[in-house]
């Protein structure tokens, strides 16, 4: 697994790759992320605590406004 940060919130995350993790899914847990392609184009690797706080319809202003709050939680920031 290779490791890297969140895009939002700057966290260190580790990223599944290769044969040895082909049926690993992120179980939300600290250290999983997932990369997602929003509709106006931009893919942003973000960690479970920054999808869960992300609005329905994302965009990179979105990403740009994440916060780390602690371990486990993220937040959007102000405007």
């Known amino acids: 697994m290779a490791r890297d940060s969140c ?4 966290r260190t995350v580790t990223v599944a790759g290769g044969i040895a993790n082909l ?3 992120g179980d939300g847990g600290e250290g999983t992320a997932m990369t997602l ?3 106006d184009g931009t893919a942003h ?7 869960e706080v992300i609005p329905d319809e ?6 740009d406004r ?3 709050v602690d371990e486990e939680t ?6």
Do not use: K, M, N
Not at 45 to 50: A, F, H, S
Not at 74 to 79: Q, T, V
């Open 45 to 51: 690797l973000l960690c479970y605590p920054c999808i």
């Open 23 to 25: 049926w690993t899914f």
């Open 58 to 63: 994302p965009t990179a202003e979105d990403v």
């Open 66 to 68: 994440l916060e780390q």
């Open 74 to 79: 993220s937040r959007l920031g102000a405007a």
């Open 37 to 39: 392609e929003f509709a």
């Open 7 to 10: 895009d939002g919130c700057g």
